[in-house]
C-alpha cells in the first residue's frame, strides 16, 4: 500500500509559479506511475498529468501543455509538479496519485490518491 501525502499549494496570483509536492511512503514508490490530478468548485475532477515509473515519460492534459511539469525523485519517494503563468482558472484542489498504469489519464485506474491541497489563483 501507498500512502501519499501532498504539499506546497497556497494562494497567488495570475501568472505566478508554485511548486506541489507529494511524499509517498514505503518502499514501491517507484513500482507506480504517478499522476496529478485537480478538482475545482463545482466541477468534476479531472487530469493535470502523469509521469512514469522511471520519470522517463510524461503525460499532460491540454490546457497545461507549456505551463506545467511532472517530475519524480524516486530517492526521495517523491513526486513534484511545476507550474507557471497560473490562471484563475486553475484554482482547485490538487490530487496526487499512484497507479499501475502507465501514463494514465483515467482516474479510475489510479489505486492511491493524497487527501489533496488547495491552489488558488487571484486575478
Known amino acids: 500500500q501507498v500512502q501519499l501525502v501532498e504539499s506546497g499549494g497556497g494562494l497567488v496570483q495570475a501568472g505566478g509559479s508554485l511548486r506541489l509536492s507529494c511524499a509517498a511512503s514505503g518502499r514501491t514508490f517507484s513500482r507506480y506511475n504517478m499522476g496529478w490530478l485537480r478538482q475545482a468548485p463545482g466541477k468534476e475532477r479531472e487530469f493535470v498529468a502523469s509521469?512514469?515509473?522511471?520519470?522517463?515519460?510524461?503525460y499532460y492534459e491540454d490546457s497545461v501543455k507549456g505551463r506545467v511539469t511532472i517530475s519524480r525523485d524516486n530517492a526521495k519517494n517523491t513526486v513534484y509538479l511545476h507550474m507557471n503563468s497560473l490562471k484563475p482558472e486553475d484554482t482547485a484542489v490538487y490530487y496526487c496519485a499512484a497507479s499501475r498504469q502507465f501514463l494514465t489519464s483515467t482516474q479510475t485506474q489510479y489505486d492511491y490518491w493524497g487527501q489533496g491541497t488547495q491552489v488558488t489563483v487571484s486575478s
Open positions: 509521469i512514469s515509473r522511471s520519470g522517463g515519460s510524461t
